[in-house]
């Protein structure tokens, strides 16, 4: 079956950094996503994997080990603005569609 | 550039009534998506759309249809809504020729049926 995991919530300090995990089981793998939106609005593209390793774009970056069906989005030096749910997608690879897991909603406290 | 531009954002139905949401984006995507957004279920595909003119069933397509005329619109109807069709409706487009491309989303109908 397909199924994607994410903590429902979290909790950190402005300042820190937090990592968000992600587990997924598929039937194929074609890449994996992160995608964050705030609440009221729509999802926007954060990150893309696909080959094992740590990808990083300025304070976010994003790991993915295949072999495990493991994923983190981590996030540094968080801002208030960061506040907001984080998305974890995984491409099939049988289908080609995109099964997304029901988000972690992510509170930056001062 | 608007990218991917939804309406109505609101819309309040009666139980049994009718109404059509339009998707239109002008990024000369070929793939385009309808999902449901319902509180701890996450985003579900509806439908989707490989190009013009072809249309294929998500994972939750019951009570929907949609269709594909032109390249840029895609349209989501609903012919008879039901109370269960309250949700928040995204609509997505993207390139498919690279695997890295993603999805880009609209900014939702906020849809209640009563």
């Known amino acids: 079956g397909q199924n994607i995991d994410q903590p429902t919530e979290m909790t950190a300090t402005e300042g820190a950094i937090v990592q968000i995990n992600c587990t997924y089981q598929?039937?194929?793998?074609?890449?994996l996503f992160w995608y964050q939106q705030h609440a009221g609005e729509a999802p926007t593209f954060l990150s893309y994997n696909v080959l094992d390793g740590l990808e990083e774009k300025g304070r976010f970056s994003s790991f993915l080990s295949r072999s495990k069906g493991y994923s983190y989005l981590l996030l540094k030096e968080l801002q208030m603005k960061d506040s907001a749910s984080y998305l974890c997608?995984?491409?099939?690879?049988?289908?080609?569609?995109?099964?997304f897991g029901t988000g972690t909603l992510l509170a930056v406290q001062p | 550039n608007a990218g991917v531009t939804q309406t109505p954002k609101f819309r309040v139905l009666k139980t049994g009534q009718s109404m059509t949401l339009l998707c239109a984006q002008d990024?000369?995507?070929?793939?385009m998506y309808w999902y449901r957004q319902d509180p701890g279920m996450g985003l579900r595909l509806i439908h989707y759309s490989v190009g013009e003119g072809t249309t294929a069933k998500g994972e939750v397509p019951d009570g929907y249809n949609v269709s594909r005329l032109k390249k840029q619109n895609f349209l989501l109807g609903l012919e008879s809504a039901a109370p269960s069709q309250t949700s928040v409706y995204f609509c997505?487009?993207?390139?498919?020729?690279?695997?890295?491309?993603?999805?880009?989303f609209g900014d939702g109908t906020r849809l209640s049926i009563l």
């Open positions: 598929t039937s194929g793998f074609n890449g």
């Open positions: 990024m000369n995507h070929e793939y």
């Open positions: 997505a487009s993207s390139y498919v020729r690279q695997n890295n491309q993603p999805q880009h």
């Open positions: 997608a995984v491409r099939d690879g049988a289908t080609n569609k995109l099964i």
